[in-house]
């Protein structure tokens, strides 16, 4: 059964940094593409950023370009995001998600598991 649990969330400055983890566990994820989403109150599931577990081909969405990166560290099947220059507007539950392969635009790909969400809140 896969599981991915997100921690890391909590409240921060305007320009004020986070990493959000995502452990990944019950099965091997060679293959898989590993996304991060969010969703603000009122608004609707947003991609953010992904990244290809075998290779590390990453993609993100033109609002946390230059200020977002996405990682993973194989030994310990977890997944990060690093947020830096955070923003007001970037406040919303953050969420891991897993699709069993990879696509040259991975907004497009299902994705097949979720994690339960971890709250960031930017402050102005």
């Known amino acids: 059964q896969v599981q991915l649990v997100e921690s890391g969330g909590g409240l921060v400055q305007a320009g004020g940094s986070l990493r959000l983890s995502c452990a990944a566990s019950?099965?091997?994820?060679?293959?898989?593409?590993m996304g991060w989403f969010r969703q603000a109150p009122g608004n609707e599931r947003e991609f953010v950023a992904a990244?290809?577990?075998?290779?590390?081909?990453?993609y993100y969405v033109d609002s946390v370009k230059g200020r977002f990166t996405i990682s993973l560290d194989n030994a310990k099947n977890t997944v990060y995001l690093q947020m830096n220059s955070l923003k007001p507007e970037d406040t919303a539950v953050y969420y891991c998600?897993?699709?069993?392969?990879?696509?040259?635009?991975?907004?497009?790909?299902?994705?097949?598991?979720w994690g339960q969400g971890t709250q960031v809140t930017v402050s102005a």
């Open positions: 990244i290809r577990w075998s290779g590390g081909n990453t």
């Open positions: 019950g099965r091997t994820f060679s293959g898989y593409t």
């Open positions: 998600a897993a699709a069993r392969y990879w696509v040259p635009d991975p907004t497009r790909v299902r994705y097949d598991y």
